[in-house]
C-alpha cells in the first residue's frame, strides 16, 4: 500500500545496468549483489515505504549539471545558460528488482557567489557525481576541489562517487581519447566510477542516471540489511566469543603438547 | 741527200736560218768524214773558218728576213724584169704572190684571232671573277647563317633553362599555395569557432542582463514591499504623506539595497524547495486517485479514510526526507532556520503496527 502510483515502464530496472569503463568503476560485477536479490524477492526490504536516496551533482560553472538533469527527468535540452540560483532538485522514480526506489537528484549551483546556499544541500548524500566539461581541461582539474567539498559533508566510507565528463559532442573523438586518459586517472585517484554523457544527443545521460541509481540501491539495500541484522549477528558474535575462548585454550593445549 | 742538195741550191734570198743550220750539219758530217779519214790535224784550219762563214751565214740569213720587205719589192721588180726577159719562172713568181697574199690573210686571221682570244681570255678572267665573288658571296651567307644559327641555338638553350628554372619555380610556388591554402582554412575554421564562441558569450551576456534586469525589478519591488510594511504600523498618518515618504526613503535606500543577502537567497530557494516538494507530492497523490479511478476499485470508505489518513502522515515523512528537515509542526520559519539536526537516513520502514494504527485513527475519524 503506498501513496505513490507505479512508476514509470521505462523506470523499471530488472538487471544490473553495466559500468562504463572497467579501468574506473566502482564495481565490475555483471548482476546485483545476491543479498539484495534475495532480499527484493522475499520483500524484505519494508512493505510499506517511501526509499529515497539523496544524489548530489556538484561542479564547476557552464559544465552542464542542470542540462543532464533536464535529459534525464524531462527528455528537454536548453541550448541557452541560465545559471542554476542556489540549488535545484528534481525527482525520479524508479522501480529497482520489483521494488519501487526514488531518486532525489540535487543540482547545485556551480557559481562560487552561490556556493555558500548550495554547500548547505550536501549533507546527507548517498551518492555524489562530479561534473566536469569535456571540453574545458580546467573544470577536470577543478573535480579535486569539489569533492573535497562535498565529502567534508559526508561520510566519505559510505558515499558513491562518480565522475561525469559532459558535452561529448563538443569535441572530436581524438580529442576525447586525451581527456578519457586525464579523466580515468582522476576517476582512480578518487575512486569514482567514470562516465562520459552528451546531454544535447542524450548519449550515455539514461545508462549513466540507471547505474547511479541501481548502484545506490543496492548500497542501500546492503547498509539496511546489514543494520537489521546486527542484532542477530550481535548474538552469534556472543556464543563465537565461547567458542574463541575454547579455540584458544586448544591451541595452548597444543603448543603444550609439542612441547 | 737530195733534200740537202735542194738546200745547197737555194736562192741567196730565200735561205732560211733552218737551212743554213742544215747547211752547218752537212758540213759537219763533211767534216767529220775527213777526220776520221785523215786525222784531226788536216782540218785544223778549215774549221775555224767554215765556222765563221757559217756564223756569217745564220746572221745574214737572221737579218735578211727583216730586210725582206722593200728588198722583197725590188728583187721581185727584178725578177719580173728578169722575168719578161727571161720568161723562166713566171709561176714561181705567181706562187710567190699567192702565198704571199695567202700570208697576209693568214696574218690578218692570226691577229683577228688573237684579238678574240684576247677578249675570250678577257671574259674567262671576267666570268671567273664573277664565280669567285658568287662563292665570296655564298660563303659570307654561310658564316651569317652560322652565326644566326649559334646564336639561336643558344637562345634555345637558354631558353629551355629558363622554362626549367620557371617551372621549377611554379612547382615551388604550388607547394607554398597549397600549405598557405592549408594554413587558410585551420585559420577559417579558428575563426568559425571563434566566432561561435563569441556568439554563444554574446548570448550569455545578454542573459545574465536579462537575468540582472529581473533580479533588479525583484529588488525593487522588495524594497517596496518592505517599506509598505514598515508603513504599516503607522495607520493613522495620512496615507499620501505615507506615501511620499516611502518614495523618499525608497529612493535612498535604493543605493545601499541592490542586493539580496545571502540568507534572502537561502529562503528563496528553501521555499521554492518546499513548494516543489508539495507540488510532486501533489502530482503524485493526484495519479494514485486517477489509478484508482481508472481500475475503478471500489474502495470501502472506511479504507479510503485509513489510506487518505496514511497519506497525510507520509506526506509529512516525505516531505521532511526530501528537504532533508526534521519534522515539525510549527511554522516554516521553524524549519528554514532550525538546522536539519538528524539524518533521517534512506530507509523508511513502516512496520505492520503502524498500519495498523493508521488504519485505526482512519476508523476513528470516521466515527
Known amino acids: 500500500m503506498s501513496v505513490l502510483p507505479p512508476v514509470r515502464r521505462?523506470?523499471?530496472?530488472?538487471?544490473?545496468?553495466?559500468?562504463?569503463?572497467?579501468?574506473?568503476?566502482?564495481?565490475?560485477?555483471?548482476?546485483?549483489?545476491?543479498?539484495?536479490?534475495?532480499?527484493?524477492?522475499?520483500?524484505?526490504?519494508?512493505?510499506?515505504?517511501?526509499?529515497?536516496?539523496?544524489?548530489?551533482?556538484?561542479?564547476?560553472?557552464?559544465?552542464?549539471?542542470?542540462?543532464?538533469?533536464?535529459?534525464?527527468?524531462?527528455?528537454?535540452?536548453?541550448?541557452?545558460?541560465?545559471?542554476?540560483?542556489?540549488?535545484?532538485?528534481?525527482?525520479?522514480?524508479?522501480?529497482?528488482?520489483?521494488?519501487?526506489?526514488?531518486?532525489?537528484?540535487?543540482?547545485?549551483?556551480?557559481?562560487?557567489?552561490?556556493?555558500?546556499?548550495?554547500?548547505?544541500?550536501?549533507?546527507?548524500?548517498?551518492?555524489?557525481?562530479?561534473?566536469?566539461?569535456?571540453?574545458?581541461?580546467?573544470?577536470?582539474?577543478?573535480?579535486?576541489?569539489?569533492?573535497?567539498?562535498?565529502?567534508?559533508?559526508?561520510?566519505?566510507?559510505?558515499?558513491?562517487?562518480?565522475?561525469?565528463?559532459?558535452?561529448?559532442?563538443?569535441?572530436?573523438?581524438?580529442?576525447?581519447?586525451?581527456?578519457?586518459?586525464?579523466?580515468?586517472?582522476?576517476?582512480?585517484?578518487?575512486?569514482?566510477?567514470?562516465?562520459?554523457?552528451?546531454?544535447?544527443?542524450?548519449?550515455?545521460?539514461?545508462?549513466?542516471?540507471?547505474?547511479?541509481?541501481?548502484?545506490?540501491?543496492?548500497?542501500?539495500?546492503?547498509?539496511?540489511?546489514?543494520?537489521?541484522?546486527?542484532?542477530?549477528?550481535?548474538?552469534?558474535?556472543?556464543?563465537?566469543?565461547?567458542?574463541?575462548?575454547?579455540?584458544?585454550?586448544?591451541?595452548?593445549?597444543?603448543?603444550?603438547?609439542?612441547? | 741527200m737530195e733534200a740537202a742538195e735542194v738546200i745547197w741550191r737555194r736562192d741567196p734570198s730565200a735561205l732560211s736560218l733552218d737551212d743554213v743550220y742544215s747547211m752547218a750539219k752537212s758540213l759537219g758530217s763533211e767534216l767529220q768524214s775527213l777526220t776520221e779519214q785523215y786525222g784531226p790535224e788536216s782540218v785544223a784550219g778549215v774549221v775555224p773558218q767554215v765556222v765563221r762563214v757559217l756564223e756569217l751565214l745564220e746572221s745574214f740569213a737572221a737579218t735578211g728576213r727583216e730586210r725582206s720587205c722593200p728588198e722583197q719589192e725590188l728583187l721581185i721588180r727584178a725578177v719580173q724584169s728578169m722575168g719578161r726577159e727571161e720568161r723562166q719562172a713566171p709561176d714561181l713568181e705567181q706562187k710567190l704572190l699567192e702565198a704571199q697574199k695567202k700570208e697576209h690573210d693568214l696574218q690578218n686571221k692570226l691577229s683577228n684571232l688573237t684579238e678574240e682570244n684576247q677578249k675570250l681570255l678577257g671574259q674567262l678572267a671576267e666570268s671567273k671573277s664573277q664565280g669567285e665573288c658568287a662563292a665570296r658571296e655564298e660563303r659570307d651567307l654561310m658564316l651569317k647563317l652560322k652565326v644566326v644559327v649559334d646564336r639561336q641555338r643558344d637562345e634555345i638553350r637558354s631558353l629551355t633553362r629558363e622554362n626549367h628554372q620557371r617551372n621549377k619555380d611554379t612547382e615551388a610556388l604550388q607547394e607554398q599555395l597549397n600549405r598557405v591554402m592549408n594554413v587558410n582554412e585551420d585559420l577559417r575554421r579558428k575563426v568559425a569557432v571563434v566566432n561561435a564562441q563569441l556568439k554563444s558569450s554574446l548570448q550569455r551576456k545578454t542573459e545574465l542582463e536579462i537575468l540582472l534586469q529581473e533580479k533588479q525589478k525583484e529588488v525593487d519591488s522588495l524594497n517596496h514591499k518592505l517599506f509598505a510594511s514598515q508603513s504599516v504600523p503607522d495607520?493613522?498618518?495620512?496615507?499620501?504623506?505615507?506615501?511620499?515618504?516611502?518614495?523618499?526613503?525608497?529612493?535612498?535606500?535604493?543605493?545601499?539595497?541592490?542586493?539580496?543577502?545571502?540568507?534572502?537567497?537561502?529562503?528563496?530557494?528553501?521555499?521554492?524547495?518546499?513548494?516543489?516538494?508539495?507540488?510532486?507530492?501533489?502530482?503524485?497523490?493526484?495519479?494514485?486517485?486517477?489509478?484508482?479511478?481508472?481500475?475503478?476499485?471500489?474502495?470501502?470508505?472506511?479504507?479510503?479514510c485509513g489510506i487518505k489518513s496514511a497519506i497525510r502522515k507520509q506526506k509529512k515523512k516525505i516531505k521532511a526526507k526530501m528537504l532533508g528537515i526534521v519534522e515539525s509542526p510549527t511554522s516554516r520559519f521553524g524549519t528554514w532556520y532550525g538546522k536539519p539536526t538528524a539524518d533521517p537516513g534512506p530507509w523508511e520502514m513502516i512496520s505492520s503496527k503502524e498500519i495498523n494504527m493508521i488504519k485505526k485513527e482512519g476508523a476513528d475519524d470516521n466515527a
Open chain 2, 235 to 304: 495607520k493613522n498618518m495620512n496615507r499620501a504623506d505615507c506615501k511620499s515618504q516611502e518614495n523618499n526613503v525608497h529612493e535612498e535606500s535604493k543605493s545601499c539595497q541592490m542586493c539580496f543577502t545571502k540568507e534572502d537567497v537561502k529562503q528563496i530557494v528553501q521555499e521554492r524547495n518546499e513548494l516543489k516538494t508539495n507540488l510532486f507530492l501533489v502530482n503524485e497523490e493526484l495519479k494514485y486517485y486517477q489509478r484508482e479511478l481508472l481500475n475503478d476499485e471500489r474502495i470501502p470508505t472506511l479504507l479510503l
Open chain 1, 10 to 259: 521505462d523506470r523499471i530496472v530488472a538487471d544490473l545496468p553495466q559500468c562504463f569503463k572497467k579501468e574506473a568503476c566502482l564495481h565490475t560485477r555483471d548482476s546485483f549483489h545476491s543479498k539484495v536479490t534475495s532480499a527484493c524477492k522475499q520483500q524484505r526490504t519494508g512493505t510499506v515505504g517511501f526509499r529515497i536516496s539523496k544524489v548530489i551533482v556538484v561542479g564547476d560553472l557552464s559544465v552542464g549539471k542542470t542540462c543532464m538533469i533536464n535529459r534525464f527527468c524531462k527528455d528537454v535540452f536548453d541550448k541557452n545558460y541560465k545559471a542554476t540560483i542556489g540549488v535545484d532538485f528534481e525527482m525520479e522514480r524508479f522501480e529497482i528488482l520489483g521494488v519501487p526506489f526514488s531518486l532525489q537528484l540535487w543540482d547545485t549551483a556551480g557559481q562560487e557567489r552561490f556556493k555558500c546556499i548550495a554547500s548547505t544541500y550536501y549533507r546527507g548524500a548517498q551518492a555524489i557525481i562530479v561534473t566536469f566539461d569535456l571540453s574545458n581541461i580546467s573544470s577536470l582539474e577543478h573535480t579535486k576541489q569539489w569533492l573535497q567539498d562535498a565529502l567534508k559533508e559526508n561520510d566519505p566510507s559510505s558515499v558513491l562517487l562518480f565522475l561525469v565528463g559532459s558535452k561529448k559532442d563538443l569535441i572530436s573523438p581524438s580529442q576525447y581519447a586525451l581527456m578519457e586518459q586525464d579523466a580515468i586517472k582522476v576517476a582512480k585517484e578518487m575512486q569514482a566510477e567514470y562516465w562520459s554523457v552528451s546531454s544535447l544527443t542524450g548519449e550515455n545521460v539514461k545508462e549513466f542516471f540507471f547505474r547511479v541509481a541501481s548502484l545506490t540501491f543496492e548500497a542501500s539495500v546492503l547498509a539496511e540489511l546489514e543494520k537489521t541484522n546486527a542484532r542477530k549477528i550481535g548474538e552469534v558474535v556472543r556464543i563465537n566469543s565461547n567458542d574463541r575462548n575454547l579455540y584458544q585454550s586448544s591451541k595452548k593445549n597444543k603448543q603444550k603438547c609439542c612441547q
